[in-house]
């Protein structure tokens, strides 16, 4: 189980990147405009760089819904390998099965 602490971050990282999604898109859209002056190009950088770093979805990390670990983590399931491997044996996921030879 994951720290309390790093879980709760990752939350709130999840609630800035959702705030400032839509503001973060338009400044980069005037950023990368180049029909655009110079100036103005600038300026959109600038305030790009002052809204929150933890708004980025770069400094998001995928971690596993059930416990928490950021490590092994599936996409496709949402969850670690040992969380997986644990309701896989104990018959939680449909269709697969503990793999004996």
């Given at each position: ?14 609630r ?13 859209e ?5 029909n ?14 002052k ?24 996409r ?14 104990y ?11």
């Amino acid at each position: 189980m994951a720290k309390k602490a790093m879980i709760e971050r990752e939350l709130k990282r999840e609630r800035l990147v959702a705030k400032y999604a839509a503001k973060r898109a338009a400044l980069k859209e005037i950023a990368n405009d180049e029909n655009l002056p110079m100036e103005e190009r600038f300026k959109a950088r600038l305030k790009l760089a002052k809204l929150p770093r933890n708004s980025s979805a770069t400094r998001l990390h995928n971690r596993c819904q059930l416990t928490g670990r950021p490590k092994a983590y599936y996409r496709k399931l949402k969850m670690s390998r040992i969380m997986l491997r644990e309701l896989a044996s104990y018959g939680q996921i449909p269709g697969m099965v503990k793999s004996s030879w």
